[in-house]
């Protein structure tokens, strides 16, 4: 959230909206090559479902989140990538 006396003085309002399932799709390809056994298409295809209502800032920190679970668990499960996207989503306040 930006300041409130600072949106007060600002000349113009632009708005930035949430990326789309595209750019949500491209923002989580990278996962594939952590492993694509684990990332198959219907996996992805569920997570961006999952990351509907996210920032751009909010899908990041979601991705690095699960390459860092996966260096302790290399056989992620949908359960707690539900609880990952949720920990991101109270993070940023979605």
């Not at 909206?17 to 595209?22: F, L, N, Q, T």
């Not at 920032?55 to 390459?67: E, K, L, Q, V, Y």
């Not at 359960?79 to 990952?84: A, K, S």
Request: charge should be positive; aromatic fraction near 6%; include cysteine.
């Amino acid at each position: 959230m930006m300041d409130e006396a600072f949106l007060r003085r600002t000349q113009a309002k632009v708005f930035v909206d949430r990326p789309s399932s595209a750019i949500r799709n491209n923002m989580l390809t990278p996962l594939v090559c952590k492993d694509s056994r684990v990332f198959t298409p219907k996996r992805l295809e569920s997570l961006v479902k999952i990351t509907t209502n996210l920032s751009g800032t909010a899908i990041s920190a979601f991705r690095s989140n699960i390459i860092i679970e996966m260096d302790g668990n290399p056989n992620i499960k949908d359960h707690r990538l539900l609880e990952l996207a949720d920990n991101v989503a109270r993070e940023f306040n979605v």
